[in-house]
């Protein structure tokens, strides 16, 4: 299989840490797309032009991070990342939609910086995303998710978010989460490939 991503991708991280996780390393390798591209085959293989997407031997491609995951978990056998049970599926679903809707904030945020002279930035635009992220938080501050012994989506993707965070907004959430720091820490400890899917600023 071939997952097509940037390095910069909380989206293509949630997948390479869902890969390792699951033990499928061996089976995925990762190209780098250029969403910006006009002639990058990404935007045939998923006419959105979004990554991450993964192609599969048979050519089809698969998008977005959460379809991707779910297939993972069932070539992975069903049932690892993916609780099988409604007790812990629905929580462990419910929180990937909280952290992947942070993702979709600060990135929204970024390119309101990255599209749009600094000039015509939209202040209520900015304000209504750092909302969004700024409740999260907060929710997820006041009562911190667990880490199962194999994390779950939720888990993986809360752990892409903060590291998000730290890349494009400077760690400034750390300050007032230190319940997230602490499961922040947890997991990365528990995840090696936390450590070595992260870049740079």
Same mark, same amino acid.
């Given at each position: 299989?071939?997952?097509?991503?940037?390095?910069?991708?909380?989206?293509?991280?949630?997948? *390479?840490?869902?890969?390792?996780?699951?033990?499928?390393?061996?089976?995925?390798?990762?190209?780098?797309?250029?969403?910006?591209?006009?002639?990058?085959?990404?935007? *045939?293989?998923?006419?959105?032009? *979004?990554?991450?997407?993964?192609?599969?031997?048979? +050519?089809?491609?698969?998008?977005?991070?959460?379809?991707?995951?779910?297939?993972?978990?069932?070539?992975?056998?069903? +049932? *690892?990342?993916?609780?099988?049970?409604?007790?812990?599926?629905?929580?462990?679903?419910?929180?990937?939609?909280?952290?992947?809707?942070?993702?979709?904030?600060?990135?929204?945020?970024?390119?309101?910086?990255?599209?749009?002279?600094?000039?015509?930035?939209?202040?209520?635009?900015?304000?209504?995303?750092?909302?969004?992220?700024?409740?999260?938080?907060?929710?997820?501050?006041?009562?911190?998710? +667990?880490?199962?012994?194999?994390?779950?989506?939720?888990?993986?993707?809360?752990?892409?978010?903060?590291?998000?965070?730290?890349?494009?907004?400077?760690?400034?959430?750390?300050?007032?989460?230190?319940?997230?720091?602490?499961?922040?820490?947890?997991?990365?400890?528990?995840?090696?490939?936390?450590?070595?899917?992260?870049?740079?600023?």
């Amino acid at each position: 299989m071939i997952l097509r991503t940037a390095p910069a991708s909380p989206f293509g991280r949630k997948v *390479k840490l869902a890969v390792d996780i699951l033990g499928l390393t061996g089976d995925v390798r990762v190209e780098l797309a250029d969403t910006t591209n006009p002639n990058e085959p990404i935007r *045939k293989q998923n006419p959105l032009g *979004k990554i991450p997407a993964l192609i599969l031997d048979d +050519g089809t491609a698969l998008y977005d991070s959460r379809v991707i995951l779910e297939y993972l978990d069932h070539r992975a056998g069903g +049932g *690892k990342i993916i609780p099988s049970d409604a007790a812990r599926r629905f929580p462990a679903l419910r929180l990937q939609a909280l952290c992947d809707g942070v993702l979709d904030a600060a990135i929204l945020h970024v390119y309101e910086g990255r599209w749009r002279a600094a000039d015509k930035h939209e202040p209520k635009w900015l304000d209504h995303q750092a909302g969004k992220m700024a409740r999260a938080l907060a929710a997820l501050e006041a009562a911190p998710p +667990g880490l199962d012994p194999t994390p779950n989506v939720g888990q993986i993707a809360l752990a892409c978010a903060l590291g998000y965070l730290d890349l494009r907004f400077g760690g400034a959430w750390r300050t007032d989460h230190p319940k997230l720091v602490a499961w922040l820490d947890r997991f990365a400890a528990k995840v090696p490939a936390f450590e070595a899917t992260k870049i740079a600023a």
